[in-house]
């Protein structure tokens, strides 16, 4: 058994905290050479080469050895009997999830609006879905049907047209609960590409993959890299970071539910954070405890281990409202409120991208089927981005039909400005309307 961990610990009261959370937080999401030097070559590839690149790097990448593209798309029939194939609990499971999700993100569906001033003049706003959409679905070890669930279900309740599914499957392996979660959702197409190639497929088209309007889904270096160079060219949800969670405590609770929670965020990879603020020393080094007590029954502890140990942090603050303001500094991804009595401390949370209320809400549930989306801004975004979620598929299109009375009496308005920043023409042109 290897040694207990020591997570740092903190005081808000200590001179330099401020420096200290700074570094604390800081990530360096910037990507290495290496791995720029790859993505450019493979998508500059893609683009002129189409289906064949797209081939060329996939038996490459994932050890598969394939004729043509159509070996790589799979039919609805296998997406069924994946779905078939379930046992009746994990049938179950995943399909009261994509019912939760589907009845959260039917509520946030955009209306086409419109009104009428007095001359006759109608402005308003037309909403409408994309046309085709692309999905990106890690495969082999990291393969979460979850992910599917959170992108394709939004998607499909804003009305857009056409979903693609990409997923590698290394080796040939095929993860069942990702091909049925597809199933339910209602996926069109399935490929099995994954990387760069799969991006570059989705972004620019080939012969045989259209070219969609956004990407949206997780990856690895090489993915991010990739949406990161085509946006522009199509739509991408967001470059994510490594996953967070900020647990405020009011010293209530259960340490050993407050330690599994922070295992649960901290157990995705080494660099993931897990950030406990509390008002009591106590249960500060209850929860110390409850770490060490349960830490080495967990499976994937060496990742939980490092994690804690280089981005993780047990926080002393001298009071919830002080707590609050150092949460939305940090704007977190997740953010729970482990408070005896949490509604209220709501309203202090300006910055985060889902808020947990009360000891029963915890993060887990979220990921997976409360109905809210998973996909949630990191890194600090959430002062600025919003979780995914329908109005991330729909776009807004400015209706503007004038009368000729309104023309008219707003001409001058127009001319005035237009002269006045040197561009005659757009002055010309709507005193035509007077």
Same mark, same amino acid.
């Given at each position: 058994?290897?040694?207990?961990?020591?997570v740092?610990?903190?005081?808000?009261?200590?001179?330099? %905290?401020?420096?200290?959370?700074?570094a604390?937080?800081? %990530?360096?999401?910037?990507?290495?050479?290496?791995?720029n030097?790859?993505? #450019?070559?493979?998508?500059a590839?893609?683009?002129?080469r189409g289906?064949?690149?797209?081939?060329?790097?996939?038996?490459? %990448? @994932?050890?598969?050895?394939?004729?043509?593209i159509?070996? &790589?798309?799979?039919?609805?029939?296998?997406l069924?009997?994946a779905l078939?194939? &379930?046992?009746?609990?994990?049938r179950?499971?995943?399909?009261t999830?994509?019912?939760?999700?589907?009845?959260?993100?039917?509520?946030?569906?955009?209306?086409?609006?419109?009104?009428?001033?007095?001359?006759g003049?109608?402005?308003?706003?037309?909403?409408?879905?994309?046309?085709?959409?692309?999905?990106?679905v890690p495969?082999?070890?990291? !393969?979460?049907?979850?992910?599917?669930?959170m992108?394709?279900i939004?998607?499909?309740v804003?009305?857009v047209?056409?979903?693609?599914?990409?997923t590698?499957?290394?080796?040939?392996?095929?993860?069942?609960?990702?091909?049925?979660?597809?199933?339910?959702?209602?996926?069109?197409r399935?490929?099995?590409?994954?990387?760069?190639? *799969?991006?570059?497929?989705?972004?620019y088209?080939?012969?045989?993959?259209?070219?969609?309007?956004?990407?949206?889904g997780?990856?690895?270096?090489?993915? *991010?890299?990739a949406?990161?160079?085509?946006?522009?060219?199509?739509?991408i949800?967001?470059?994510?970071?490594? #996953?967070?969670?900020?647990i405020?405590? @009011?010293? =209530?609770g259960?340490?050993?539910?407050?330690?599994?929670?922070l295992?649960?965020?901290a157990?995705?990879?080494?660099?993931?954070?897990s950030i &406990?603020?509390?008002?009591?020393?106590?249960?500060?080094?209850?929860?110390?405890?409850?770490?060490?007590? &349960?830490?080495?029954?967990?499976?994937?502890?060496?990742?939980?281990?490092?994690?804690?140990?280089?981005?993780?942090?047990?926080i002393?603050?001298v @009071?919830?409202a002080?707590?609050?303001?150092?949460a939305?500094r940090?704007?977190?991804?997740?953010?729970?409120?482990?408070?005896e /009595?949490?509604e209220?401390?709501?309203?202090?949370?300006?910055?985060?991208?889902?808020?947990?209320?009360?000891?029963?809400?915890?993060e887990?549930?979220?990921?997976?089927?409360?109905?809210?989306? /998973?996909?949630l801004? =990191?890194?600090r !975004?959430?002062?600025?981005?919003?979780?995914?979620g329908?109005?991330? %598929?729909?776009k807004?299109?400015?209706?503007? /039909?004038?009368s000729?009375?309104?023309?008219?009496?707003l001409?001058?308005?127009a001319a005035t400005?237009?002269y006045?920043?040197?561009?005659?023409?757009?002055?010309? !042109?709507?005193?035509?309307r007077?």
């Amino acid at each position: 058994m290897s040694a207990p961990i020591a997570v740092r610990r903190m005081d808000s009261r200590e001179t330099g %905290f401020s420096v200290a959370l700074d570094a604390l937080l800081a %990530f360096d999401n910037g990507t290495d050479a290496s791995v720029n030097a790859a993505v #450019s070559e493979v998508l500059a590839a893609v683009r002129t080469r189409g289906d064949a690149a797209v081939v060329e790097y996939t038996n490459r %990448f @994932d050890q598969l050895d394939v004729a043509d593209i159509a070996a &790589l798309e799979l039919p609805r029939a296998v997406l069924q009997a994946a779905l078939d194939g &379930l046992s009746a609990e994990r049938r179950v499971a995943l399909e009261t999830a994509a019912e939760r999700v589907r009845s959260y993100h039917a509520r946030q569906i955009l209306e086409s609006w419109h009104y009428t001033e007095a001359n006759g003049t109608r402005l308003g706003q037309k909403v409408t879905p994309l046309d085709r959409v692309g999905l990106y679905v890690p495969g082999g070890k990291a !393969s979460y049907p979850s992910s599917v669930l959170m992108n394709a279900i939004p998607a499909k309740v804003a009305g857009v047209a056409e979903l693609i599914m990409v997923t590698p499957t290394p080796r040939g392996e095929r993860n069942p609960l990702v091909l049925a979660a597809a199933a339910i959702t209602g996926v069109d197409r399935v490929f099995t590409i994954g990387g760069a190639q *799969a991006v570059g497929a989705l972004a620019y088209g080939t012969q045989s993959i259209p070219q969609v309007d956004k990407i949206v889904g997780p990856g690895n270096a090489y993915v *991010a890299e990739a949406k990161r160079r085509v946006f522009g060219t199509v739509g991408i949800d967001m470059i994510a970071g490594p #996953s967070e969670v900020l647990i405020i405590s @009011d010293g =209530t609770g259960n340490p050993d539910w407050v330690a599994m929670d922070l295992f649960a965020q901290a157990e995705h990879d080494e660099v993931a954070q897990s950030i &406990l603020l509390c008002t009591s020393e106590s249960f500060i080094a209850a929860v110390e405890a409850s770490i060490a007590k &349960l830490l080495p029954e967990m499976p994937r502890r060496d990742i939980i281990a490092a994690s804690l140990k280089n981005r993780g942090a047990l926080i002393k603050v001298v @009071d919830l409202a002080e707590a609050c303001e150092i949460a939305n500094r940090i704007a977190p991804e997740h953010l729970e409120l482990a408070i005896e /009595h949490a509604e209220p401390w709501i309203e202090k949370i300006r910055h985060a991208g889902a808020i947990f209320v009360g000891h029963s809400s915890v993060e887990a549930l979220g990921d997976y089927c409360a109905g809210p989306n /998973h996909v949630l801004p =990191t890194m600090r !975004s959430a002062r600025f981005s919003s979780p995914l979620g329908v109005y991330d %598929f729909q776009k807004r299109t400015s209706i503007i /039909h004038m009368s000729s009375a309104g023309a008219a009496a707003l001409a001058p308005v127009a001319a005035t400005l237009a002269y006045g920043e040197g561009l005659q023409a757009h002055a010309r !042109s709507a005193e035509y309307r007077k």
